[in-house]
């Protein structure tokens, strides 16, 4: 067999016991607001809803003399502010 070991499970199936590798998508520090409808189902007006309170983090890249340029939302900060949501709820449960 090769470096990918199969076991056959009842009903004589197989499955694979590789490592899974992370994908590139899911391990970017920085997404755009597309990239973060795709990762945490946020849309763009409520990514910038959070981002003018503060409650998550972006970046603007622009070019000097430009009006136009890229929003990056910092993905970090999302997590954080999911987690803070998901101890909030629980903490109003526990009340």
Do not use: W
Request: with cysteine; net charge positive; glycine share 8%.
């Amino acid at each position: 067999m090769n470096s990918i070991d199969y076991i056959k499970a009842e009903g004589g199936t197989a499955h694979t016991t590789a490592p899974v590798q992370a994908s590139p998508a899911n391990d970017a520090e920085f997404v755009d607001a597309p990239g973060l409808q795709s990762l945490f189902s946020i849309k763009r007006s409520l990514a910038y809803s959070l981002l003018a309170d503060g409650l998550i983090k972006g970046v603007s890249l622009r070019r000097c003399g430009r009006l136009r340029g890229k929003r990056l939302f910092d993905v970090a900060s999302v997590r954080v502010y999911l987690a803070s949501q998901m101890e909030s709820k629980e903490a109003g449960q526990a009340s």
